[in-house]
């Protein structure tokens, strides 16, 4: 039996495991050569973490799994019809079963133009552009001259309040207040004004509401403005609006929602708004022989009606639920009873000692709860050496309230102070001191050699 | 006095840094925000270590001296009448003495045009863009049916043979050899053909002959097919000419030869072949007061009328001399003698367990070599950190064989496999299996689900 896997997050992963002793071949097709472990991107994006340290390449994950076969590939189309899946113009991928596990992207709620101006946080690019951003901003106020945009580079929005924009603005204010401090000569960077901004009642809104509120008070406690119950309704290189009010800032973070990848598209599925597949019991997709559907692509209920959240953990569970069916259907066994969601748990991390647990009726807050969110994101790690490597970058971070990985990399954004050298350029010294003209209450002397002409 | 250091390389480094104690203001500009250690930036382009392992940002390091002030900016032009650095069109530096430390970049020798398919190893950016290329090649290797192009996607060429190209070298066929084996299904990765071209009658050519002789037996131990005397008239995305023979081969990597950074030009100094400033017996540069320079960016010479090497240690001998001497005149005490460069030794590492040392009278090779080399750049790395990341990254490797940032990121050359989803595409499959058509030596046989359209 032939299974395609479209896709190697942690459903894709998790089913092509789940097939490891079965009489099948498995191809999976991913158009990254990694796995990422997206849950901790968001320390990728805030300089505390390598991206080497999460993401792991698929074939070094397969290598003693003889019975499946990595490919890097995009796929460009499925005939669910001739049960082939198309990759560009010369590949393409005949199945038995397909397993579409291809994940979903941030959503602008139809308004893209603003993601030039507001990245989101899906992929190791989408990691170190955000990172670069965001200590540009830093190095820009700290030769500026102009207060007023000086206070704009040093405002950011992080748009949406569930865990991954929480855990983002809760990692900012540290990078700005504990890693930077004493580095820079003429701005304070725990000036930095980092606001989060929230369109429902409350911060992580699918946790229960006396975390969501433990949540704020860290957050608020931490520095950040946390804004709730507002819509951003306009994303420019400025800044943000909501409503009346606008928020000059010079980095946009979107947190804010996501739409499922197009495979539910290419293959004429049923979806819901967000693009989700509607699947049956099994995770099999109605009227497409052969084809199942996992992870944050599809919309899945548990047991009693109600939805299965778009996470790791529950897509690791659809991943294994239906590589065991395809297992059993390949040994001509029953097929197993249909998929049931078990919900383990929810977490998320603000800062430094302070992070929210719940684990049914337990729950745990603060040191506890940040011990707990440490140890289960290492033992989550794919492999020995990013648990090793993992695990000293936080206690080196820690202990010396630093970041392993500040560097600005890749090609800039538009409009920056550093240009291209064209040559000589002779100018005359206008003799203005940069400082002059600027007062700051936290501000060092200016250098007398930092001048402006 | 106003110190302005243009360069956050080892030699602007040390001068900042020999300016610790002195009554002056130091301000280092650089375009970057980190420094890097461009030693074993080459383990970066092969997938063993991660950028943030070895690269820094200069602000951290200056931390604690405070008379440094870190700038990153572009300087765009040099008045040296007015004495004032120019950076952009609204910063400007002014100057009571002004230190050029901004390095070399690879010279293509008049053949610019060959850059975009010759990468060289200069910056984190092509550091990474190199290991994206040795990576793709391996997984476009591993779909394709045409034995021919998979011959040239696995060979890979690189030009010049002083120690960046022999480390490179050495780090592929290994990389290829070690780190790759079992995870192909298609293709056996240590088929990987790498080749080494050098000008030059022999590897390493500023090592001494006996050891030029040992790199070269231990690279063609390794696997390397070196080609001394061999000079590249051709490069081209099919691969290089040497004269009459062609080598197809989809990756090359240029390691043949450095010109100085056009400070010298800014300033209308004199200057040799390679664009290196002239510098005076205090590394002053003449006819331009207050004007020094150091590093690969000048052509000095020793005691002894021998020129001085272009390679970090004696980088940062040259801007700790200009540190301590215009520590010297900031405190109105009498010049330090000439410089002189005390030439320490010189070593390369070829692969696993194998370098070669040249210190003085004392010759290192083989495992002795490989773990002084190991340990003398451990120590000069900046940090605990890094110190402890990349001892530990490298017993791993050590011991696992594998590589731990295998990432292909950032975008990708055109004329690759991978396209965009153009939304969906219906394509009937034409049922020939790709590995139908080729038959190959090392080859597994090909998955059933692995077809060519």
Partial sequence: MRV?????????????????RAPVEVTLIDRQN??????????????????????WPVRTVFRRQRNVTVVMAEATGIDTAARVVRAGDT????????????????????????????????????????????????????????????????????????PTGVELAGAMVELARHAM???????????????????????????????????????????????????????GPDGVECGDERIG?????????????????????????????????????????GVFAVGDLVAATDGHGRPVP??????????????????????GRPAPPPFAYRHHGDLATIGRRSAVVELGSIRLTGLIGWWFWGIAHIYYLVGFRSRVVVSFEWLWSYLTFQRGARL?????PRGGNAVPVPGQV????????????????????????????
Same sequence: chains 1, 2.
């Fill in 181 to 235: 401090p004493r580095e820079f000569r003429r701005i304070d960077p725990a000036m930095a004004r980092i606001v989060l901004v929230e369109a429902g009642p409350r911060v992580l809104p699918t946790f229960p509401e006396d975390l969501s509120a433990v949540a704020l008070r860290s957050l608020e406690r931490m520095g950040v403005q946390v804004r709730t119950g507002t819509r951003v309704t306009h994303c």
């Fill in 310 to 331: 778009g996470n790791a953990p529950a897509a690791k569970q659809m991943g294994r639920y239906v590589g065991r069916l395809l297992a059993a259907r390949a040994k």
């Fill in 91 to 162: 590949l393409s991928f005949p199945y038995d079963a397909l397993l579409l596990a291809t994940g979903a992207t941030h959503s602008y709620f139809g308004r893209d133009e603003w993601a030039p101006v507001a990245p989101g946080l899906k992929t190791i690019e989408d990691a170190t552009d955000i990172r670069r951003r965001l200590l540009l901003a830093f190095e820009r106020a700290e030769v500026t001259n102009d207060e007023a945009e000086r206070r704009r580079l040093l405002t950011f929005v992080v748009v949406g309040g569930g």
């Fill in 4 to 20: 395609v896997i479209l896709g190697g997050g942690f459903g894709g992963l998790e089913a092509a495991r789940a097939l490891a």
């Fill in 408 to 412: 600005i990399t890749g090609r800039e």
């Fill in 249 to 289: 800032a010079s980095t946009i973070v979107w947190a804010a929602g996501v739409v499922a990848s197009p495979a539910g598209a290419w293959i004429d599925a049923e979806r819901d708004r967000q693009g989700r597949i509607t699947v049956g019991a099994d995770l099999s997709v109605p009227g497409r022989p």
């Fill in 34 to 55: 990694h796995h990422l472990f997206q849950p901790l991107l968001y320390q990728v994006a805030t300089a505390a973490l390598s991206p080497g340290d999460i993401a």
């Fill in 426 to 453: 002779r100018v005359p010294d206008q003799g203005r001191a940069l400082g002059e003209g600027a007062q700051h209450k936290h501000q060092q002397p200016a250098p007398a050699a930092l001048r402006a002409g």
